[in-house]
């Protein structure tokens, strides 16, 4: 499989500096050309982000004709790792994961003693509630560009829309996420809208890169923003994702006894980007036996090359961000992913896609442009 490292100047979080430059916002890191020149005569802008909708999956499930397909006008990779909670929290702040301490989807916190899940909180084997999802968001707070746009522009209507599982007034459905950004795109003046969807990297992980309902999705979604992009000619609208996924394989972490019998933990952040932390003394004889067994599917790094070789991106790391890294990172570059044993059984055994890694299908984004006026 080919992999694909994240490119450090033409990433999701140089797309979002993209935006503060637009607004008049100091961006953080640079900014990306080919948005620039897109953006820089429109007062009216709509993002669209449906998590999981990968460059691979476009071409895949829609052909060339097609509204999205029509309408690409760059590509760009996601941060490392390419995944929902690193990227998207990347997008809107502007800033890498390094930066917001959003890493992975489960990272392990001293004060509970166990690996837990940032979205909501939970433990992320026995989903048992450990913290409270707002004392996450307080621990790794960080301005979003959402503030910071309306901050700068406080006449403007800025927004966002949201599903139901991330915030209890958001959409219960596709057709009602497109129906409240066409009401937010209704409101006449320069605007800043931000939509996130959960689809289809929610099918994905159930169904795989390739079954029917993973392509009836996507068609939906190709004809959602169709229809809301004419209804609303004067809005210009970007759409692209936070990674895209692969078929994967999963890997108990209790596969190989002598290896994993050095570890002081459970792994954290997430099954292709997998921290770990080793026992005194062991460092040196579980790297050997590491990339002995699993050297052709993953990357070994240690916690120093993690962080000379700015993995989790660039800039100033966020206070409590090194609490996070292990002693080393292990980066799959096929569709291994390793997997905690629940109840005798593999935890994650029924998720037939994933992503997280440093494939190229997991790290390439289109972004679509649509309604460019004065190009």
């Known amino acids: 499989m080919k992999i694909k490292y994240s490119q450090t100047s033409n990433n999701i979080v140089n797309f979002s500096n993209s935006l503060l430059a637009r607004f008049g916002v100091t961006p953080f890191h640079e ?27 476009i071409q895949k499930h829609l052909p060339k004709g097609a509204w999205l397909p029509r309408h690409h006008l760059h590509t760009i990779t996601s941060t490392f790792p390419p995944t929902t909670v690193a990227a998207t929290n990347g997008l809107l702040s502007g800033r890498y994961p390094i930066e917001t301490g959003w890493l992975g989807w489960s990272q392990y916190f001293q004060e509970v003693a166990a690996n837990v899940d940032l979205f909501s909180g939970k433990n992320n084997l026995t989903k048992e509630p450990l913290l409270d999802p707002n004392h996450i968001r307080e621990l790794l707070d960080y301005p979003s560009i959402l503030t910071l746009i309306k901050d700068k522009n406080p006449t403007y209507h ?16 596709l057709d009602e996420f497109f129906a409240m950004m066409s009401t937010q795109c209704t409101i006449t003046g320069p605007s800043f809208v931000y939509g996130y969807w959960v689809s289809p990297d929610l099918e994905i992980h159930d169904y795989g890169t390739d079954h029917p309902n993973v392509k009836k ?10 229809t809301l992009s004419k209804q609303h000619p004067t809005t210009l609208f970007l759409v692209l994702s936070d990674h895209g996924l692969i078929d994967v394989d999963f890997i108990s972490e209790q596969e190989n006894d002598l290896l994993f019998s050095m570890l002081e933990r459970p792994f954290s952040n997430e099954p292709r980007s997998a921290n770990f932390y080793v026992k005194k003394g062991k460092h040196r004889p579980f790297a050997k036996l590491f990339n002995q067994r699993y050297g052709r599917r993953f990357i070994l790094k240690s916690r120093q090359q993690v962080i000379d070789e700015q993995w989790y991106g660039k800039g100033n790391p966020h206070p409590i961000t090194d609490k996070f890294i292990g002693d080393f990172l292990a980066i799959s570059v096929d569709k291994a992913s390793f997997d905690h044993l629940k109840e005798g059984k593999l935890a994650h055994g029924d998720v037939k896609g994933h992503h997280a890694g440093l494939t190229e299908d997991e790290m390439n984004i289109d972004i679509m442009a649509i309604n460019i006026k004065n190009r």
Do not use: C, H, M, Y
Not at 217 to 226: C, L, M, P, S, T
């Open 31 to 57: 900014t990306i050309k080919q948005i620039d020149d897109v953006i820089k005569n429109a007062n009216r802008i709509a993002v669209l982000l449906f998590d999981g909708l990968g460059t691979a999956l």
């Open 158 to 173: 800025v927004n966002s829309v949201w599903p139901s599982i991330v915030r209890s007034e958001g959409a219960k459905s």
């Open 217 to 226: 999705v996507i068609r939906a979604i190709n004809d959602g923003v169709e």
